[in-house]
């Protein structure tokens, strides 16, 4: 190698850019409509990836900040985006992985009374006349207005035999429903 000299090139830069962390520990939980966007997030947000020169500096991988989060819209849906945000990297050299967690909006259920179902002479068939009925209004949504529709109400029997006391299934009840605009 004594024969040999080198020179070391000149003239070059590098540029080093943030890392980005995940963050993890945290869970959307699902929820029955209620009109709103509000969204409930469970655990404790923490951050994986540092480097390792890192790993002592921040050895308690909390992340600092205001989260927030909400669904993006109000309505009934399975498995729907909730971004979170709000969370501060523990330095400048990195930041957060954007954070979008899933979460269900399930139906209000809404009870209907008063229904009645008329007894007939034998004819044949399955099918029973079914009358009334109206909405308990304790499960409305504040601001909202449902209407209970009865025009397509049926009413059918498990079997078309003479009987007393046979158990009734209702279907064809339907709601209309006035949402004020958000």
Do not use: Q
Not at 53 to 78: K, Q
Not at 151 to 176: C, E, H, I, Q, S
Request: aromatic content about 6%; glycine content about 12%; overall charge positive.
């Amino acid at each position: 190698a004594g024969n040999y000299a080198l020179t070391a090139p000149s003239g070059l830069s590098a540029s080093i850019t943030t890392k980005e962390l995940t963050i993890t520990g945290l869970t959307a939980a699902n929820r029955i409509y209620d009109g709103t966007t509000n969204v409930t997030i469970t655990g404790t947000a923490k951050y994986a990836g540092l480097a390792a020169i890192d790993a002592t500096r921040f050895a308690t991988p909390v992340l600092s900040g205001t989260r927030t989060a909400a669904f993006g819209d109000r309505n009934v849906g399975a498995s729907k985006p909730v971004p979170v945000n709000g969370y501060v990297a523990p330095s400048a050299n990195y930041t957060l992985d954007p954070l979008v967690l899933v979460a269900s909006i399930t139906p209000k259920m809404l009870t209907v009374t008063g229904a009645v179902a008329s007894g007939r002479l034998y004819d044949g068939t399955t099918g029973i006349k079914v009358s009334g009925g109206s909405l308990v209004a304790n499960g409305v949504v504040s601001g909202e207005s449902v209407t209970l529709e009865t025009a397509a109400v049926v009413g059918t029997v498990a079997d078309k035999r003479v009987g007393v006391g046979k158990a009734v299934t209702v279907t064809g009840f339907w709601l209309t429903v006035t949402v004020p605009a958000v």
